[in-house]
């Protein structure tokens, strides 16, 4: 099928054809949604490598459910994220049961919360905001990665964190509410009482 | 960073900052897909097409109605052929009583074959 009408077909229509054997399908269908999955990723773990792991892992799901893929039934993006969400939780358990790496492990917390803060004070806001997003309990924050970075509805998160849409709702709020109380007091490190200054000058 | 307008304004910043993959990472996923990907089904290549006379009879069949069709025309005619070059005797009686004078006709014999079986021991 010609390029050009590729572009315009839907990812299922592109899944379809990448397992009727059409060549061009799973380019396409990886530059629409690697992206994606690698920023739910990165965003969930913290980890550029550890996210590209998962992101290879997630794809070749969709490739191999791809002949069995049942029409209708899911969107791919957000079959996806489910995929990754539970790659993601999984990974996060290995880390814990490795030896010192372990939650409990009191030193090693304190000093990745120094590190975090040390990172807010010189980087930049989405440096910042990563740090605070690494502090929240994982079911926020995937919640509010899904709902406020990802800009998924609250039905779709719900079917991806397999949760009534009531439950996500109140995850994303304690979400919001915890970052803003992790970012509390940072505000003038992240450039925002400087805009305020200049808006209230040019105001 | 209390006010929810700031918090919503960083989380806007990050929706609009792509985490672009690596053309390794996109490398690998090709590979990947490349190595899974089912192979293309075989097409049903149509038969080359008989040329002249062949391909006119082929037609012809198709018109008839098929190949059952066609040997049930073949059949009925090769028996009405038998029935044209068959020795007629049998249908003598008849034919001598149709073409005949009709008129003097006192007894008919459509089976003559069969008078033995009339004879009395």
Redesign the interface.
Known sequence: MPRDTLDEVSDETLLVL?????PSA??L??TRL??RV??YA??LLADRAE??DV??EA??RL??I??QWRAGEAQISTWLYRVVTNLCTDLKRARRRRPGVALDDAPEVAGATESAVSTLMQAD??T??QAALDQLPERQRQA?VLR????LANPEIAQIMDLGVEAVESLTARG?RA??AI?????AE?G?EDDADESEAVG | MTDDMDLDALLAQAAATPVAPSAALTARILADAQAVQPRPQAKVVPSRPRPGVLAWLSDLAEGLGGGRAVAGLSLAGVAGLFLGVADPSALQSLSTLIAGDLTSVEHMDLLPATDILWTEN
């Open positions: 990448y397992a009727n054997g059409d799973a380019r269908l990886t690697s992206p690698l920023g990165t965003r996210a590209e992101t290879q794809m070749m490739w191999r791809a002949p806001r989405m910042a905001l509010v406020h970075i990802e800009g919001k970052l803003a970012l509390a007091g940072r505000k992240l925002y």
